[in-house]
DNA sequence: TTGCCCATTGACCGTGCGGTCAAGAAACCC
DNA sequence: GGGTTTCTTGACCGCACGGTCAATGGGCAA
């Protein structure tokens, strides 16, 4: 029987949250690969054949966990933007609810770094990739559309919140210091302004038409 | 004999970049460890002593190609800023010269990404990212002083530069399109700006004297 | 032509891995 | 108690991996 749609009773469910709260430990700790089987078993002081009662792979085991993460920082974050009818509010609480959970959830961050490092795990992460940065990308454009921020590239605004917000929770985690939400904020919300109000005090000077 | 301190020959080097090379893309293409010694040398097309007559191991190749990219980024970093006195032109520019490096080594990137996840190799990145936010933010600073843009922590501002920066090299590799360069610099330099010109209308009210 | 040394070969090795399975032990239901 | 299902055990398997090494090639200097 695959252990996919196997019944579980409330201690196999214990079990089983039990080996996937220790291998995201261990994942994180040393990395998935060198992380072995054996060793969660061990760790978790089972014999082996629990772990395949449970999952049918190690690989099972991380798309689960993945998936997982996913979805729970997905809700996170919408239960956080409910209700707020300012889209720039929106974004600010989206932004403050991601390093909440992310803050919350150093390991299974890091897993997400992992899994976008190989072709196989990779693939599970590009649509949830897609989807958020386009709900960030339509809030942008709403707040545009209502003259609240200037014109621009909506994506690549999205993309750059996102970065913003993912490299302070890794560095963070890394153990450069504390998250210092407040100026993540400004920095974000300074970024979707723009900087027409001194452009030619901040930037060097553009080409309107280019050598190439 | 250690293959580290080995005299090479011209065709010896040529090897060792053919090796390199082909490695640094099956890494990046299906992950380090996935690819073997034998699929790497079976790819060159040689037998699998030439491996190791010119690394001391995969974990070293891996190192070497780490170090390697880190340095050749930062020299491409320094070389854009250099005799730039403004401060702020001088984020401007490392920002286009790691947007530039980047998109030229998408699979490097890659493998730095891999390496933060695993302890082994994490360490070997560590200097370097303390390094490259110091930096930046000894411009931020600098810019504070002179007024060219409010006072914050420059620290977060740096991290938020650098997070930018890789997501969106990071999100145009993966296939989402095109960078906009200039509009990431104007995302950054509105970044570094703040918000403060318009906060009441930006950002959520905040608690000068917050509950807990 | 002889020697030398960089470079290469590929069969071979030991190990540790992911995964299996026949045999039970618990828990639960009637 | 008997019967059924959930859960657990750990020895075992096949294999592919990283790494070794004795033998050989080949370019080049003298």
Redesign the interface.
Known sequence: MAPDDRKLTSRGQERRDELIQFAVTRFA??????TSVAEIVDGVGVGKGVFYWYFSSKEDLLREILSDGLLQIRRHQQAAIRDEPNP??RI??GVRASLEWLSDHTEVM??F??A?????F?ADL?KG??IS?EDTARHLREAMRAG??PS??A???A??I???????A??SA?G??E??V??????????????E???D????P?RTDPER
């Open positions: 700790e040393q990395g998935y690969h060198p720039l509010h600010e609480k890091l897993l770094d992992f976008w490092t190989e072709k196989t990779a590009h990739l897609e940065l609240l921020i621009g590239d994506k690549t605004i993309i750059a996102r970065g913003t917000t993912e490299e302070v890794r560095v890394a450069f210091g998250v210092n407040d100026a993540v904020v400004d920095m974000v919300m300074g970024g979707v302004l723009g900087p109000r001194g452009r005090r901040l930037t060097v553009r």
